[in-house]
């Protein structure tokens, strides 16, 4: 990983307020601390001089509201790097006001980021909307590729309580922690094993933290998205974006209402990642997939709402606790709308946290090849097709137990902590 150096601070007397605290009177006696970075390259980093009074409350009550430990200097940075504004602007000054939201979170695998950054700038009407970039851990070629795009305006966003920013304190290892199937009292180590017997290992956490994070961040943290009522449509770094992706989306939210009013999102793909679609000529209605899903705020709070369901389930991986806990403690189906001909294609070959190298290939000879067909390059949803509904669907249901990963009371209570941080002390939950 390449770390930021430290900063370069030209003015004497400031630096000698920032090696201090820098400390402002905000309500009833709170103290903030302020580091503001208007970069985290590995170059030097300027830190801008002017107190922003919204940024420091931001920062100070999310560490204040998590109570960690100690915060890793790079996780500061970090943190502070999100209250950056959306890059391109100058480019593209103004949003659709109907626009769609996307989001893309990544982790390390730059062979994969690569091909998603292509296949979105080819999409029609990329341009009208804001993509932003959701980071787990900090990493320079991602970082590089992400600061690339110039074809919308785009945000980065990076989670600062990632395991993978924590070298050797919690939620990252410690020397304390338990591995594989220790027993605590006789290792005098620290940690709580799963249903099966095992303890957390933080690459693995990490994928159900980073989701959970980057949702609170997106729907109810960032500025430029916390008043925002529309859809969101989410997407990581190995699908490939069709070109009628975007209109195909605003077609689908707009039928909606009509088509499918007990309908909690629509999908670009369909739930069966090897699916391309059944061809038809009609919509489909059936079970949310984890492949270019988007759904509204209304549909946010009822996810929100059930933050205990969703951080106490024995299992690492975000989807497989939102359909096998989540969606069930809704109370009926939770279906999502999409069209006959998949707009988007998990391409990965590898899971969880693997390519992470130039060298270690998960494309198949380091190159992909995904056919794109005439029809796929422009909107082919017609608002005239009726609705078909797959009422009972294999897949994960109520009462499957999970996978486990997830056993460690820790990561449960950050877990909790990050549904928390945007809803303040006294602050009555907006969910």
């Known amino acids: 990983m390449a770390l930021p150096k430290k900063p370069r601070i030209k003015d004497a007397a400031f630096r000698r307020l920032l090696s201090v605290v820098v400390i402002t009177l905000l309500g009833a006696g709170m103290l903030l601390c302020l580091l503001h970075t208007n970069s985290i390259s590995p170059n030097p980093i300027e830190i801008d001089q002017k107190l922003d009074l919204d940024l420091a409350a931001n920062v100070s009550l999310l560490a204040k509201s998590l109570n960690l430990s100690k915060q890793s200097r790079l996780s500061v940075l970090l943190e502070q790097r999100n209250e950056l504004p959306p890059r391109n602007l100058d480019l593209f000054p103004k949003l659709a006001k109907d626009g769609i939201i996307i989001v893309l979170y990544v982790h390390n695998r730059p062979q994969y980021l690569r091909v998603a950054v292509d296949s979105l700038s080819r999409v029609v009407g990329i341009g009208e909307t804001l993509l932003i970039v959701s980071h787990d851990g900090y990493y320079e070629e991602m970082n590089k590729i992400v600061e690339g795009i110039r074809f919308c305006q785009v945000k980065q966003i990076f989670a600062p309580y990632s395991p993978h920013v ?9 020397r304390a922690d ?231 009371t820790r990561d449960r209570e950050l877990c909790l902590k990050f549904a928390k941080m945007y809803h303040f002390a006294g602050k009555a939950s907006q969910s």
Not at 166 to 174: A, I, M, T
Not at 232 to 242: A, K
């Open 166 to 174: 924590f070298n050797s304190s919690f939620p990252g290892v410690s």
């Open 178 to 408: 338990c591995t594989g199937k220790d027993d605590p009292a006789k290792k005098h180590c620290e940690g709580s094993p799963d249903q099966y017997g095992n303890h957390r290992s933080p690459k693995i956490v990490s994928l159900k933290h980073h989701w959970w994070w980057m949702m609170n961040t997106v729907w109810d943290g960032l500025k430029e998205t916390r008043q925002h009522l529309g859809h969101i449509l989410f997407i990581e770094e190995d699908h490939y974006i069709f070109p009628n992706a975007y209109r195909n989306l605003q077609m689908l939210i707009a039928l909606k209402p009509k088509k499918c009013p007990n309908c909690y999102a629509a999908n670009l793909a369909p739930s069966d990642v090897k699916s391309r679609g059944e061809g038809w000529e009609s919509l489909i209605a059936e079970r949310m997939g984890n492949v270019g899903y988007a759904y509204n705020r209304t549909v946010w709070k009822k996810i929100h709402r059930k933050a205990g369901e969703f951080c106490f389930f024995d299992d690492y991986n975000w989807d497989i606790t939102m359909w096998a806990t989540v969606f069930p403690s809704f109370g009926g189906p939770v279906y999502t709308l999409r069209g006959p001909r998949t707009s988007a294609i998990h391409f990965g070959k590898c899971g969880l946290h693997q390519g992470q190298g130039e060298t270690f290939s998960c494309i198949d000879n380091g190159v992909l090849n995904i056919p794109i067909e005439e029809v796929d390059k422009a909107g082919n949803i017609n608002p005239k097709w009726r609705v078909h509904v797959y009422e009972h669907q294999a897949g994960y249901q109520a009462g499957f137990r999970g996978w486990g990963g997830w056993g460690d």
